[in-house]
């Protein structure tokens, strides 16, 4: 069988010597075993020498294969395209920096050879070496994610696994622009077993997520799993007219029965109606904002769901047309 191994690179050119070395000692452990590993470099329109680089090991090594995307497409588009290429019945996904310890990949074949496992993920269970803000807004985000979302997504959790070839086909079949994979990994659903390990720290170069790239990417997780920011509307709303109903009773009560005056004249009414007003426009946004988002969801065109496994169907099964059934009932 064939073991494909992803690596999305972007300005890679000096730590990609360090993992291709490391994956050749990867594939001579596992060789003996009658596998056959193929290394698949997605070049995300590098502006370094890390194609050059790419091709240098494609010329002397058979196993190695390539994309060259046309720009920077970011990461999420180039692990699509690798997974796109890969042919493998196992694939993995590894960054360029050494940070997702190929080390780990035996492990992972011997996970999903036992049968028990469909997908073998890493998680970081620390954040050693990462500037504490980043660490601070991370968990956060992590923290918020799982709360709005129906999907859940392990802090920690990194793009780096073993899938196997059924995994992956579900994947590809999210063909979604705006793509969020640990969020997509996660919905696609499967047994999935966690191995953690120590964070370590990239070999060579330097990270390509700036605070805001990774602001937006956290943006686009919440966005495109849920439609909750949407029905912050409603709720803001709600809560608007709900304070102008208390606002009105509470000028009521010391108005006509205790006959209190010391406000300017008009002003209570006057509030009493535009934060009710206020509240009507809100949640009409809102459920605006509902049909928006069903709309939004709907246009993804994500399966509706996705089998694991089936029975083997019998010949004539998948003729289940109308014509096919009378026929076959007479
Ligand atoms: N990467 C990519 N395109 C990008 C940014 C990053 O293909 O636009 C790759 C990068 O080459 C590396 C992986 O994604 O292999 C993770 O990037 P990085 O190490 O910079 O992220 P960090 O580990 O700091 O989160
Ligand atoms: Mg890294």
């Not at 964070?199 to 602001?215: H, I, M, P, Y």
């Not at 709309?295 to 509706?304: A, F, V």
């Amino acid at each position: 069988m064939i073991i494909s191994l992803i690596v999305p690179c972007y300005n890679e050119e000096e730590s990609l010597p360090f993992l291709y070395k490391a994956l050749c000692e990867v594939r001579s452990s596992e060789e003996g075993k009658g596998r056959e590993f193929e290394f698949i470099f997605v070049n995300d329109g590098s502006c370094d020498n890390t194609l050059k680089v790419i091709k240098d090991f494609a010329a002397s090594d058979s196993s190695v294969r390539y994309v060259s995307l046309s720009r920077n497409f970011g990461k999420e588009s180039a692990m699509y395209a690798g997974l796109r290429k890969a042919r493998g019945g196992y694939v993995a996904i590894l960054d360029a920096d050494m940070q997702d310890p190929p080390s780990l990949i035996p492990q992972m074949i011997k996970d999903l050879d036992s049968g028990n496992w469909d997908i073998v993920a890493a998680r970081r269970v620390t954040r050693a070496g990462e500037p504490r803000i980043r660490s601070f807004f991370a968990r956060t985000f992590y923290k918020l994610i799982n709360r709005m979302c129906d999907v859940e997504i392990a802090d920690g959790a990194r793009d780096f696994r073993l899938m196997r070839r059924e995994v992956v086909d579900a994947i590809l079949l999210l063909s979604e622009r705006q793509r969020f994979s640990k969020g997509i990994f996660s919905w696609v659903g499967f047994r999935t077993k966690w191995l953690e390990h120590e964070n370590t720290e990239r070999v060579a170069g330097e990270t390509k997520w700036s605070f805001w790239k990774l602001f937006r990417y956290a943006v686009d997780g919440i966005v495109s799993f849920t439609i909750a920011p949407l029905r912050l509307a409603t709720y803001a709303g709600f809560a608007s007219a709900f304070a102008a109903f208390i606002y009105l009773i509470y000028y009521f009560i010391r108005a006509v029965i205790l006959r209190i005056y010391d406000t300017v004249p008009g002003y209570p009414s006057l509030l009493c109606f535009m934060l009710f007003i206020g509240g009507l426009i809100l949640m009409a946004l809102g459920l605006l904002g509902e049909y928006i988002g069903r709309t939004y969801i709907e246009t993804k065109g994500r399966p509706i769901y996705i089998s694991a496994e089936e029975s083997p169907s019998k010949p004539d099964e998948d003729l289940c047309s109308r014509d096919n059934l009378t026929s076959r009932d007479t």
